[in-house]
Antibody, heavy 120, light 106 residues
Framework: EVQLLESGGDLVQPGGSLRLSCAGTGFTFSNYAMSWVRQAPGKGLEWVSAISGSGGNTYYADSVKGRFTISRDNSKNTLYMQMNSLRAEDTAVYYC?????????????WGQGTLVTVSS | DIQMTQSPSTLSASVGDRVTITCRASQSISSWLAWYQQKPGKAPNLLIYKASSLESGVPSRFSGSGSGTEFTLTITSLQPDDFATYYCQQYSNYWTFGQGTKVEIK
């Protein structure tokens, strides 16, 4: 059974940093691209970042480019998101998602989410 | 950037109703479209991919159609478990979600 478990969400001050983790089990982690999607309180879904299975290719939404860094450690079956220069508008539940390639990449499994709150 | 626009934003319906949600892309995305269902406090769940392909395990009352810039999600005979928010997502150029359609009880 595929499972994704996020951790690392917390309350952080504006301008601060945080690192999120997502541990994947039940599938060959290195074979799949992975992504982060966030959802601000009461709002819709926003794609944040994605990374290829090998980690060699990374992609970012304009809203986080230059501030967030996605990475993965395939030996630990873990996905990361380093978040720097955090802003109030980064407050959201952050989901990691497994990207399946079937005529393009859809997100077929999601974690339960971890809450990041940026506030003074 | 490709923008996705869903309509309506909220839909009131009764159990047994046929429900249709529309999603429009700001440029052609061929059939690179997925639909997700999300219930309060839960992660999204993939329903449809490639515009009309039903994800394994998803009830057949869900169906998708369309190509290019206009797409629809149809739920035939709405069930109590279907009251939720639905999102379309393009994956032609990176990924973009629509703003969501909340299906609520009439």
């Amino acid at each position: 059974e595929v499972q994704l478990l996020e951790s690392g969400g917390d309350l952080v001050q504006p301008g601060g940093s945080l690192r999120l983790s997502c541990a994947g089990t039940g599938f060959t982690f290195s074979n799949y691209a992975m992504s982060w999607v966030r959802q601000a309180p009461g709002k819709g879904l926003e794609w944040v970042s994605a990374i290829s299975g090998s980690g060699g290719n990374t992609y970012y939404a304009d809203s986080v480019k230059g501030r967030f860094t996605i990475s993965r450690d395939n030996s630990k079956n873990t996905l990361y998101m380093q978040m720097n220069s955090l802003r109030a508008e980064d407050t959201a539940v952050y989901y990691c998602a497994k990207a399946r390639y079937s005529y393009g990449y859809q997100f077929d499994y999601w974690g339960q989410g971890t809450l990041v709150t940026v506030s003074s | 950037d490709i923008q996705m626009t869903q309509s309506p934003s909220t839909l009131s319906a009764s159990v047994g109703d046929r429900v249709t949600i529309t999603c429009r892309a700001s440029q052609s995305i061929s059939s690179w479209l997925a639909w997700y269902q999300q219930k309060p406090g839960k992660a999204p769940n993939l329903l449809i991919y490639k515009a009309s392909s039903l994800e394994s395990g998803v009830p057949s009352r869900f169906s998708g159609s369309g190509s290019g810039t206009e797409f629809t999600l149809t739920i035939t005979s709405l069930q109590p478990d279907d009251f939720a928010t639905y999102y379309c997502q393009q994956y032609s150029n990176y990924w973009t979600f629509g703003q969501g359609t909340k299906v609520e009880i009439k």
